[in-house]
């Protein structure tokens, strides 16, 4: 069945350390997004990216980096220059250009700061 | 620009009894709107979607949402609440030119007691 995987479920960094989150999608889609969800504030845009070897920042992409070096791919790095990493944060994509398709959502990963 | 109200934080309701959970938008073009559902730990899934077509739109486990342009809502409803009806709802738009890109409420938690 087609979907997107995120990986690990749940992450537990220390300070001053990078963690990267991995999604993986087998959909076809062009587009990927990275959100972060906090309690209360809905889902907050970190990096999109509309086709391989591009990418563009969101609304909160300080303190994160992406790649996108294939089309079924597209790793998050969460840096130590993230103040609050804590938080749930969800992968999605979409086929290019299709802004009436909605998102296929990844079940995330629950990254905690210890 | 586009952005979304979910007028209600939390909505509890007894099993049986309807459900309504409240959204307004304001966006410069044709929107495209959505409602997805969260489960906890969960990715969102998609519950219904409009796109211009049909302003009565129904959905995924007995939902259905309008739209209505003159008040600027899309509020989703279901007749009769069940208990795995208890979840994080989203209300979501996406404006034509922003290309995929989406703009999410706060959301609004549901409790559905027996």
């Known amino acids: 069945d087609g979907g997107i995987t995120q990986s690990p479920k749940y992450l537990f960094r220390k300070e001053g350390q990078n963690v990267t989150l991995s999604c993986e999608q087998n959909?076809?889609?062009?587009?990927m997004y990275w959100y972060r969800q906090d309690p209360g504030q809905g889902l907050r845009l970190i990096y999109y990216s509309q086709i391989v070897n591009d990418f563009q920042k969101g609304d909160i992409a300080e303190g994160y980096s992406v790649s996108r070096e294939k089309k079924e791919s597209f790793p998050l790095t969460v840096t130590s220059a993230q103040k609050n990493p804590t938080a749930f944060y969800l992968c999605?994509?979409?086929?290019?250009?299709?802004?009436?398709?909605?998102?296929?959502f990844g079940s995330g990963t629950r990254l905690t700061v210890v | 620009a586009q952005s979304v109200t979910q007028l209600d934080s939390h909505v509890s309701v007894s099993e049986g009894t309807p459900v309504l959970l409240r959204c307004n938008y304001s966006?410069?073009?044709?929107?495209?709107l959505f409602w997805y559902v969260q489960h906890p730990n969960k990715g969102l899934q998609l519950l219904l979607k409009?796109?211009?077509?049909?302003?009565l739109v129904k959905g995924i486990n007995g939902f259905e949402a309008e739209f209505k342009k003159s008040e600027t809502s899309f509020h989703l409803t279901k007749p009769s609440a069940h208990m795995s009806d208890a979840a994080e709802y989203f209300c979501v738009v996406s404006d034509t030119d922003s290309w995929g890109k989406l703009q999410f409420g706060a959301g609004t938690q549901v409790v559905v007691t027996p």
């Open positions: 999605a994509s979409t086929p290019r250009q299709e802004t009436n398709y909605g998102y296929t």
């Open positions: 409009y796109t211009s077509a049909a302003t």
């Open positions: 966006s410069s073009y044709s929107p495209s």
């Open positions: 959909l076809n889609h062009d587009a």
